[in-house]
């Protein structure tokens, strides 16, 4: 399964969920979690920061997010963490 870079049109693509999470915190502008105001980097660990850090409500109210768009995330979350190792990503985020 090719992993696609959904951040503002990206595009890269990747053999595997842990690359195309580096690429995002590497490559990509890290981001300011609107709820507790954490630099994050952006695409799925800004994603898996804000609904493990904060609740479903919290994330409502703060981006105004619809119910559509946190099934969206949530479905997104579900799918990436099915796979990743985060051990891996954690380790090359360190080089």
Same mark, same amino acid.
């Given at each position: 399964?090719?992993w ?5 049109? @990206? *595009?890269?693509?990747?053999? #595997?969920?842990?690359? +195309?999470?580096?690429?995002?915190a =590497?490559? %990509?502008? /890290?981001? $300011?979690?609107?709820? @507790? *105001?954490?630099?994050?980097? #952006?695409?799925?660990? +800004?994603?898996?920061h804000?609904? =493990?850090? %904060?609740? /479903?409500a $919290?994330?409502?109210?703060?981006y ?24 891996a ?7």
């Open positions: 399964m090719a696609e870079c959904g951040i503002d049109g @990206c *595009g890269a693509v990747f053999d #595997d969920a842990e690359s +195309a999470v580096v690429h995002q =590497t490559t %990509h502008q /890290r981001c $300011e979690c609107q709820v @507790c *105001g954490t630099i994050v980097p #952006d695409g799925y660990l +800004a994603i898996r804000v609904f =493990t850090e %904060h609740s /479903r $919290e994330y409502v109210r703060t105004g997010a619809s119910s559509e768009a946190v099934r969206k995330r949530e479905a997104l979350l579900e799918e990436i963490d099915a796979v990743v190792d985060m051990q990503i954690a380790t090359e985020l360190k080089r």
